[in-house]
């Protein structure tokens, strides 16, 4: 059942417009291991930029450089329209927190989407209903894992594994919703599509330190046909490729569970292992 009390989610990525750049606050509800939760500082982003009074269409792609940790406290966001034309429009939004400054730079593309051709290719991966799939007990400690109910269907990472080798799996199928429901919207896929747990997570067993550098998320539905989803979970699959050198790729999919592609990512993260 959704709550009718402020979401926590929405007081984490609440944003108010000032005279010369919009502000926000990074509190401990989206904590992770140094800073603020990726996903929740994105999303944040993400809302400025919808909000905006310049703002046309719909999402279609953003891109967020993590450059230093958020920590909690206030932070501002210089957001700057940098080209628009009849279709889209190309935004740069700059992050700062105090003596830090720059702690985030991205990037964002929004588009009108017009009535079109469609067809969708990739087909909704075989799962067990969310009902019928438990919850995982997330041994996880940042609080920001607890604000989201995630139940694996396939790939649930063992942490302490008594038999460390061969390494496992990159890949993981889960449904992701938040702890207390909440609709599905932009925002959601946003930060959901960072909420995967660190892909090296699941090939070594174990936790390693770890930061998303850099994030892409696109969208694959506007926002009105989003709403109409009416939906509070998605199902997620995530793989990776590669991991040499301290930097390992991600990739993930973020679907709806009456078979909708919503939205892709892919991300670039350091590892110390």
């Not at 979401?7 to 992770?32: N, V």
């Not at 694959?220 to 009416?230: G, V």
């Amino acid at each position: 059942m959704l709550t009718k009390a402020p979401h926590l989610f929405d007081d984490a990525t609440r944003i108010t417009a000032g005279d010369s750049s919009w502000q926000g606050s990074a509190g401990e509800d989206y904590w992770a291991f140094v800073g603020q939760f990726g996903g929740a500082t994105a999303a944040a982003i993400l809302r400025a930029l919808i909000d905006h009074p310049q703002r046309a269409g719909d999402p279609l792609a953003l891109t967020v450089n993590y450059c230093a940790p958020v920590v909690q406290g206030a932070f501002d966001l210089d957001i700057r329209l940098v080209k628009a034309n009849r279709s889209s429009q190309h935004w740069s939004v700059e992050m700062t927190q105090g003596s830090a400054g720059v702690v985030t730079l991205a990037t964002a593309v929004f588009a009108e989407r017009r009535p079109s051709w469609s067809h969708q290719p990739a087909t909704l991966p075989q799962a067990s209903p969310f009902e019928q799939t438990l919850p995982y007990p997330s041994k996880i400690a940042a609080s920001w894992v607890k604000q989201y109910d995630f139940r694996f269907v396939e790939g649930e990472p063992k942490f302490g594994s008594s038999s460390p080798a061969p390494q496992g799996s990159a890949q993981s199928k889960l449904w992701i919703g938040d702890r207390t429901p909440r609709k599905i919207d932009a925002l959601s896929l946003m930060s959901m599509s960072d909420a995967f747990f660190a892909r090296i997570f699941h090939v070594r067993s174990e936790l390693v330190p770890f930061g998303t550098v850099s994030l892409t998320t696109y969208f694959h539905t506007d926002l009105e046909s989003l709403a109409a989803e009416d939906i509070t979970r998605v199902l997620a699959v995530a793989d990776a490729k590669i991991f040499h050198r301290s930097y390992g790729d991600q990739n993930g999919e973020l679907w709806s569970p009456g078979g909708r592609l919503l939205a892709t990512t892919t991300q670039i993260a350091y590892f110390k292992a």
